[in-house]
């Protein structure tokens, strides 16, 4: 396959180069290819964590996590919670623990 680069991107990659951070523009675009794979597993994985999925816990973790308080922090004001709100995020919680012991 052969490709085209916009020439906007050509400096970055004589500097990649240059400095010997990769060994040729084929192994560049494949790890800038390997990052957006990965960007698109963290889409596809936030998404079934904000709805309902465990967080995987991974190598890729902690990436993983920052997105999701990265996005808790954009959704708006937080608000207080009550002790009866403390008390069903613990029952759910602990039930769903027991869920996956007996599972």
Not at 17 to 43: I, P
Request: net charge negative; no cysteine.
């Amino acid at each position: 396959m052969n490709i085209t680069l916009d020439s906007k991107y050509e400096p970055l990659v004589h500097e990649k180069l240059r400095r010997g951070e990769y060994g040729s523009a084929e192994e560049l675009v494949n790890a800038a290819l390997q990052l957006l794979a990965d960007r698109d597993e963290d889409r596809r994985t936030l998404l079934a964590v904000n709805q309902g999925e465990p967080l995987p816990i991974d190598d890729r973790f902690e990436v993983r996590l920052d997105m999701l308080l990265e996005e808790a922090e954009e959704s708006g004001e937080g608000v207080e919670l009550s002790p009866q709100d403390w008390s069903d995020i613990r029952r759910d919680g602990l039930a769903l623990i027991q869920s996956r012991k007996s599972a």
